[in-house]
């Protein structure tokens, strides 16, 4: 059975981590969840990725403790730099990224979750945190960078150092989950939500280029970063959908997008 379940929807993409009980990943995930990111980034009819997790409970606990317990320290590092590079390619792939959280997120799944654009969250569906302090160690896979570099530095270090665990609601007011949808149908309104960003509603080129503008540019110096915006501006004068755009403002009615 996969590790990563791998379907589509709708011009969205979605990987469903699967690994019951807590969806824990491994290497054999990472290995998994890479080439379906490869996969979705040349696939020409998705727009938008979805990462969740399988079943109710859990969208992710983290890293397998079992496959690290006894592990010699060069395969622990081997295992952290490679789970970084698959978050790296997710964060970087030219297209919008959604987690899904349909269940608890802590540890290492919430440093997954953080390498996607926007998070959403199910009501009611579980905690979500950094609680590696209390193994005695530091969250290893990006979660100290980007959290920082989401809620700011001293909001980030106290999350880290307390290890606590909050509410999905509690989340939403700090900003680190964007929208709490209802749980009933989670899966489903996950999906719409991300359904928003396609064709032909959505300019998905758009999206991928102010993804791309600020993810980048939040690395370089303001300079740098506007040069960049500069140029992807440049490449959506010459699109499809600003010229569909334009001409349906012009037009007063609602554009056509075919992400190209």
């Given at each position: 059975?996969?590790?990563?379940?791998?379907?589509?929807?709708?011009?969205?993409?979605?990987?469903?981590?699967?690994?019951?009980?807590?969806?824990?990943?491994?290497?054999?995930?990472?290995?998994?969840?890479?080439?379906?990111?490869?996969?979705?980034?040349?696939?020409?009819?998705?727009?938008?990725?979805?990462?969740?997790?399988?079943?109710?409970?859990?969208?992710?606990?983290?890293?397998?403790?079992?496959?690290?317990?006894?592990?010699?320290?060069?395969?622990?590092?081997?295992?952290?730099?490679?789970?970084?590079?698959?978050l790296n390619r997710?964060?970087?792939?030219?297209?919008?990224?959604?987690?899904?959280l349909n269940g608890?997120?802590?540890?290492?799944?919430?440093?997954?979750?953080?390498?996607?654009?926007?998070?959403?969250?199910?009501?009611?569906?579980?905690?979500?945190?950094?609680?590696?302090?209390?193994?005695?160690?530091?969250?290893?896979?990006?979660?100290?960078?980007?959290?920082?570099?989401?809620?700011?530095?001293?909001?980030?270090?106290?999350?880290?150092?307390?290890?606590?665990?909050?509410?999905?609601?509690?989340?939403?007011?700090?900003?680190?989950?964007?929208?709490?949808?209802?749980?009933?149908?989670?899966?489903?309104?996950?999906?719409?939500?991300?359904?928003?960003?396609?064709?032909?509603?959505?300019?998905?080129?758009?999206?991928?280029?102010?993804?791309?503008?600020?993810?980048?540019?939040?690395?370089?110096?303001?300079?740098?970063?506007?040069?960049?915006?500069?140029?992807?501006?440049?490449?959506?004068?010459?699109?499809?959908?600003?010229?569909?755009?334009?001409?349906a403002h012009i037009?007063?009615?609602?554009?056509?997008?075919?992400?190209?």
């Amino acid at each position: 059975m996969p590790l990563v379940n791998y379907s589509k929807d709708r011009g969205v993409a979605v990987f469903e981590l699967h690994a019951q009980p807590a969806n824990t990943y491994s290497y054999e995930m990472m290995k998994e969840l890479d080439a379906a990111i490869l996969d979705a980034r040349m696939d020409e009819h998705v727009h938008v990725l979805v990462l969740t997790g399988a079943g109710e409970k859990f969208f992710c606990s983290g890293a397998d403790i079992n496959m690290l317990n006894g592990a010699t320290p060069e395969f622990k590092y081997a295992f952290c730099l490679h789970a970084n590079e698959t978050l790296n390619r997710l964060e970087q792939t030219p297209k919008l990224v959604i987690a899904a959280l349909n269940g608890h997120t802590v540890g290492g799944g919430l440093e997954v979750a953080l390498a996607a654009d926007l998070r959403v969250a199910k009501k009611d569906g579980g905690k979500i945190g950094l609680p590696e302090v209390k193994l005695g160690v530091l969250p290893g896979t990006g979660g100290t960078q980007r959290l920082a570099r989401l809620l700011g530095r001293s909001r980030a270090i106290e999350l880290m150092v307390t290890g606590k665990l909050m509410s999905f609601d509690e989340a939403q007011a700090l900003g680190l989950v964007n929208a709490v949808l209802e749980g009933e149908r989670f899966r489903e309104n996950a999906l719409d939500y991300a359904a928003a960003f396609v064709p032909p509603q959505a300019a998905s080129m758009a999206v991928g280029r102010i993804k791309r503008a600020v993810t980048s540019g939040l690395e370089a110096g303001f300079s740098e970063g506007l040069a960049l915006e500069r140029e992807l501006q440049q490449q959506l004068f010459l699109s499809n959908d600003a010229r569909e755009g334009i001409s349906a403002h012009i037009e007063k009615r609602e554009p056509r997008f075919q992400g190209n």
